[in-house]
């Protein structure tokens, strides 16, 4: 096990007699749990120790970001040219509306199809891929976990470790993959050194601190230990964005129904293998569910959701 710091990752605060909580592992029920301590500075749950083996919580079996199966861009249909001309019609309605098909975070974030973007935790770059069909050109991944580089229709994923990164960007993303870093403060960094003159960070990620949080605790479903090994308040990532020279322009939530569910799941005991909804309808009711998605959207309008987007500029 790597010792992190007794203090606090984001904030720097003396964490030696902070509150300790113990989390499960709840991916695949493998009985593991693992010790988080609260800040009492700015509120965040820090994991106590790395597992040396991290990476085996990234098994592609199990773990949603390398586990995606057949879905519609991998289908020969979408691959001929007047398919690839409607989708990128129906992704420009969507970033002008938010209607018919398109990525909500690229909307809320205010993506450019002529803006170039490198996602850093990508997985094997599903986002991008989808991201590529809907008409953005310029598009890199990089993960460290994944076993090789590879190409996605068009797509480069580099096997890459952040500080390794090289290039210019207009868009530095980091789609829910800074809350898996010991380093926080150095993907800051690094994301700032490859971004384009003008440029913006994005950072989606859980936010601690939430309704869900207050109500489930440490079942609450985005605590994922050991893989989450940081869950930050907006106040932490003002500190880490002002330390790094940048600035939170904005943030805006986009939680939805597995905040509630997938917590319902970990009161239960069951294993939840990603945020499959087919998961939560084995389990509960559409009207359920409905009801926790409308809650879901509320908590968003109300800035209380579980999830969201900060929108970094340089300071």
Same mark, same amino acid.
């Given at each position: 096990? /790597? ?34 301590? $609260? ?27 390398? /586990?995606?199966?057949?879905? $519609? ?24 509306? *938010? ?9 809320? !974030? ?20 989808? %991201?590529? $069909? ?40 980091? /789609? ?10 150095? %993907? ?73 569910? *997938?917590?319902? $799941? ?23 569910? !409905? ?8 908590? /968003? ?15």
């Amino acid at each position: 096990m /790597n010792e992190l710091t007794d203090d606090c990752v984001a904030c720097g605060a003396d964490g030696r007699d902070a509150p300790r909580f113990e989390a499960r592992e709840v991916q695949d029920m493998t009985g593991e749990t693992f010790t988080y301590r $609260l800040c009492q500075g700015c509120g965040s749950l820090q994991i106590t120790e790395v597992p040396d083996d991290l990476g085996r919580y990234y098994d592609a079996s199990s773990y949603s970001s390398f /586990n995606v199966k057949t879905s $519609l861009v991998d289908r020969p249909l979408v691959q001929n040219p007047l398919s690839r001309a409607a989708l990128r019609a129906v992704g420009a309605v969507h970033r002008r509306t *938010g209607r018919g098909i398109g990525l909500r975070f690229v909307r809320d !974030a205010g993506i450019s199809p002529d803006e170039s973007v490198i996602d850093i935790g990508s997985g094997i770059g599903e986002n991008l891929v989808h %991201m590529r $069909l809907l008409g953005h050109r310029e598009l890199v991944g990089s993960d460290p976990f994944l076993p090789a580089d590879i190409d996605r229709n068009g797509v480069k994923v580099l096997r890459r470790h952040h500080t390794e990164l090289t290039g210019s960007y207009d868009w530095v993303v980091m /789609n829910h993959s800074f809350e898996h870093v010991p380093d926080p403060h150095a %993907m800051l960094a690094s994301a700032t050194r490859i971004l384009a003159p003008g440029g913006r960070v994005l950072v989606r990620m859980p936010i601690m601190g939430s309704v869900a949080w207050e109500r489930y605790g440490m079942d609450w479903s985005q605590i994922d230990a050991p893989r989450h090994l940081v869950l930050y308040t907006p106040q932490a990532m003002d500190a880490m964005a002002a330390a790094a020279g940048l600035k939170v322009d904005r943030l805006f939530h986009d939680s939805w129904s597995f905040q509630f569910w *997938g917590s319902e $799941l970990i009161r239960r005991d069951l294993p939840h293998k990603g945020a499959s909804l087919a998961q939560a309808r084995a389990h509960f009711s559409k009207q359920q569910i !409905a009801a926790w998605e409308k809650e879901s959207r509320e908590l /968003n309008a109300r800035g209380e959701g579980d999830a969201g987007g900060y929108v970094l500029t340089r300071a």
